[in-house]
């Protein structure tokens, strides 16, 4: 083989090399932007979740204290309705 033979095939190869190596960087620099994004992502959806879980946290307070005052609201209509039983019991008894 000649000189310039030789050095056509190690510029070929070194051209190739280069190629391959500038496609890796390129994928690399593209993985990167893709891992960016998909972070970004993640960490988007996660805010959205903890207001949405923050939210319903609020709204079961909420009806917790519903319950809460619903169960007062029985007691005391059971306690209104005896009253009224005992005071129609008395009406009864006394016709005048």
Do not use: W
Not at 3 to 26: M, R
Not at 66 to 85: C, G, M, N, P, Y
């Amino acid at each position: 083989m000649t000189t310039s033979a030789i050095i056509s095939i190690i510029i070929a190869v070194c051209g190739f090399v280069l190629t391959i190596a500038t496609t890796i960087f390129t994928i690399g620099k593209v993985m990167g932007s893709f891992t960016a994004s998909i972070t970004a992502q993640v960490a988007s959806l996660r805010e959205l979740v903890m207001f949405r879980l923050d939210r319903l946290e609020t709204k079961q307070d909420k009806y917790n204290h519903l319950q809460e005052r619903f169960a007062k609201t029985e007691s005391s209509t059971a306690s209104a309705h005896h009253r009224i039983d005992t005071l129609e019991q008395r009406l009864n008894a006394n016709p005048n």
